[in-house]
Each structure stands twice: as structure tokens, then as C-alpha cells.
């Protein structure tokens, strides 16, 4: 089975960084195709799997665009859609892993006659999307032969928004969990590196984005221990620059700047991970999936997660994790200050997680299952 990838994004953000793991099996079969150049190409290349970039031109579509705008955008997309087609042509599936591949695979799978699989990585919900794009993205994604949805949340809000709920099967990313087992010296090295070496270090990983909640994590910082201080691992990706100009002036303000540190966008996430004594994750809306949780956990540390969305598939709260309240800096800070006293409890959770982790996110076992929804699909036609 032939197979052609599409994603808009030249960035690796969790939607990529899971199409990476999805691609590799088919790699001497399938071909990615990009909205955008970027690093997430060199990603592709470095794990062989054939890529090509579409297009340079912008896609305008938003995700809080009006109709007017998202029908305007269509207009320019005409020749982006006529080279999807033309290329899907040579293939047996289009699989779209994101929603602008979504708008122009499911009109090159109408041209190319190709069936259109979508990856949904969101939370189709009014706090993500506006009307306008909730109403385009379930209408062309109805018109798919099947869609993988990231979780059972994500499931949910897309029928809650009217999608059909007999195309959709639900398949969690899937990991390797012997990427997160780092040695003891490289985390001794790190810590002296980063200038921590005898801190309690919460780690947060994600994108620098307002609903990503690094504020949260800042505000309940201030409240807890001296000695715990803060890893932030990530960049703005999608252009969201005045939200890091208020994370470093609300560090300056609450007088944290020697227990913040903005590490950028890293590559070495394992090895960040193993090096924290906790890990935190604050959306302030759902989660759709939230791959920073089942890492945290692979890497054996206690993982601290907004209670809302993919999350609550994850972790549960007490055994093997904390689920806290989203948006409650104070709920947050007395876990973080439980997590500092308790060792031994923490410690347990920690191993409880790691364990549960390994059983329920092999990348392998999730493959396979992908691996047999595509069979099946193959099969109908
Ligand atoms: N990540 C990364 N480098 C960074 C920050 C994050 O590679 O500097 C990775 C992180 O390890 C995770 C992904 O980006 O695998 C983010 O996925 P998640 O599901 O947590 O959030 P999303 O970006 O999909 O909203």
C-alpha cells in the first residue's frame, strides 16, 4: 500500500513529530508532502522517509477565520490542490495529518478518485476553533474513509461538532520507549550545564503559547519551595512572540529570573526530561492528546497534568500522576510543593507511570494497529 502523506507545517510540533513515527514503516512506499519548508523536513530526511516540499505560498486559513476569508484562501489554493492530485495519483491513500493537508486532501482525493484518511490531532471545541473553521474542518473531514483521532477526546468533540462517528477509530501516539532511557552521567553533565545541580527542577515542554500555560506554571512557581526552580523547553512556533515577552516580564516581576530558564526549542528531549525531578503540564483548554505527558512518564519522573482533554486518558491522578485543575496556579503550586516533601510517594507514582506508559503507548503495537485500519480500508474498495 502506497501511501502520501500530507501536513502544512515545516515545524515539528506533536502532529508532525507523531507522523514521523507513522511514516516510518511505509518509508520505501509512501512520500510526504509539505505545506512549508522548515526543520521538520530535515526530521523526515534524517529518518529516510521521502518528503517534498508543495508549495512556498502561505496558507491563509486561520483558526479564527471568518468565511468570507476561508473561501477567499480557497481561491489561491487552486494550484496547490491540482499538484496534490496530480501527485496522489501515483499513490493508493491520501493521508491528511493536519487541517489545511485536510482541506486540500479531501479535494485531491475527489479529483484524484484516491481515498482520504485524517489524522485529527485537535480538540474540535469552541475554545480551539471558530465557528466557521469547526463547520469547514467536519464537513470536508465527513467526507473521508476514515479518520485516526489522537484521542477519545478528540473523538468526542469532533461528533459533538457533527462529525460521523462510524468513520472514526482512535489510535494514542505511540513511543519508543528505549529513546527515554538516558544514562546517569550524561544527567549529572546536563544538570551542571544548566547551573542546577542541587535544585529541584520542574521541566515544562511545549511550544511557547498562551494556551500551552507556561504563565501558570510561573505564578505557581513563586509560591512553592525556594530550591525548585523551572525548565521552560520550547519555542514560539506559530509566531506567537508577545507571549514570550510576557513569560520574561512576569518572571522579572515576581523576582524568579534565577529560578526560570527559557531553553528554546531542543531536540534532546529525553535527556531534558531525565535531568527534571518533575515534569508539568498546563494547557488551559483541553489537551487533545499530549505527548509531553507520556514522555515525562516514559523517562520514569512524576508527571503533573491539567485535567481536561487527552490528559485524563493518560494519567490518573494518584497512581500513576497528578491531574490538577487547569488554570489554578495555587492548586498547582501546593501538588508542586507535595511532590517536593513526599519523595516516597512521588517516587512510586514515577515508577507506576513509566510502567504504565511502556504497556499502553508502544509505538510498535500502535503502529500495527494504523497498520490494519489502512489494510482494512484498502480492502472496501
Ligand atoms: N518538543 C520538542 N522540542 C521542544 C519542545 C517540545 O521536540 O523544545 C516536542 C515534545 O517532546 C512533544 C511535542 O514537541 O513530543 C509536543 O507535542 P504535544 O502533544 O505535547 O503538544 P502539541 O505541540 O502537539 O500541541
Redesign the pocket.
Known amino acids: 500500500m502506497k501511501i502520501f502523506f500530507l501536513d502544512q507545517s515545516g515545524k515539528?510540533?506533536?502532529?508532525?513529530?507523531?507522523l514521523i513515527d507513522i511514516a516510518k514503516p511505509y518509508r520505501d512506499r509512501c512520500l510526504v508532502g509539505l505545506f512549508a519548508d522548515g526543520s521538520f523536513r530535515d526530521l523526515l530526511e534524517q529518518n529516510q522517509i521521502p518528503v517534498q516540499i508543495l508549495t512556498n505560498q502561505e496558507i491563509q486559513v486561520r483558526k479564527e477565520s471568518n468565511l468570507t476569508q476561508g473561501l477567499a484562501s480557497l481561491t489561491q489554493l487552486a494550484p496547490l490542490i491540482t499538484k496534490v492530485a496530480t501527485i496522489a495519483r501515483e499513490y493508493d491513500i491520501i493521508y491528511a495529518n493536519t487541517q489545511k493537508a485536510l482541506v486540500i486532501g479531501a479535494l485531491a482525493s475527489f479529483l484524484s478518485r484516491r481515498p482520504l484518511v485524517y489524522h485529527l490531532?485537535d480538540i474540535l471545541s469552541p475554545e480551539h476553533f471558530s465557528k466557521t473553521n469547526r463547520a469547514i474542518a467536519v464537513n470536508l473531514a465527513n467526507r473521508a474513509s476514515l479518520i485516526i483521532a489522537?484521542s477519545q477526546a478528540s473523538k468526542a468533540a469532533f461528533i459533538e461538532a457533527g462529525g460521523k462517528a462510524n468513520i472514526v477509530e482512535v489510535a494514542y501516539?505511540g513511543f519508543d520507549s528505549n529513546l527515554y532511557q538516558i544514562s546517569a552521567d550524561k544527567i549529572t553533565q546536563i544538570r551542571q550545564e544548566l547551573g542546577f545541580t542541587d535544585k529541584f527542577i520542574i521541566g515544562h515542554?511545549?511550544?511557547l503559547?498562551p494556551w500551552?500555560g507556561q504563565h501558570i506554571l510561573i505564578e505557581a512557581l513563586a509560591k512553592t519551595p525556594e530550591n525548585t526552580t523551572v525548565i521552560l523547553?520550547?519555542?514560539a512556533?506559530f509566531g506567537e512572540q508577545d507571549y514570550i515577552l510576557k513569560l520574561h516580564q512576569q518572571v522579572a516581576k515576581l523576582g524568579l529570573e534565577n529560578r526560570v530558564k527559557f531553553?528554546?526549542?531542543?531536540?534532546d528531549?529525553p535527556e531534558?526530561?531525565s535531568v527534571c525531578d518533575l515534569i508539568a503540564?498546563t494547557?488551559t483548554a483541553a489537551?487533545?492528546?499530549?505527548?509531553?505527558?507520556v514522555?515525562g512518564m516514559l523517562c520514569g519522573k512524576p508527571v503533573i497534568a491539567a485535567k481536561a482533554g487527552?490528559a485524563t486518558e493518560i494519567v490518573e491522578d494518584g497512581i500513576n500522576g497528578f491531574l490538577v485543575t487547569p488554570n489554578q496556579p495555587q492548586e498547582l503550586s501546593e501538588v508542586i510543593t507535595q511532590c517536593v516533601t513526599e519523595i516516597d510517594k512521588t517516587k512510586m507514582l514515577a515508577t507506576n507511570a513509566r510502567i504504565s506508559a511502556i504497556a499502553r503507548f508502544d509505538v510498535e503495537v500502535i503502529n500495527r494497529q494504523i497498520d490494519e485500519f489502512l489494510y482494512r480500508l484498502a480492502d472496501k474498495k
Open positions: 515539528p510540533g506533536g502532529a508532525e513529530l507523531c490531532h489522537n501516539n515542554f511545549s511550544r503559547s500551552k523547553v520550547g519555542d512556533l531553553l528554546g526549542f531542543r531536540t528531549i531534558l526530561m503540564h494547557s489537551e487533545p492528546f499530549g505527548r509531553v505527558i514522555e487527552g
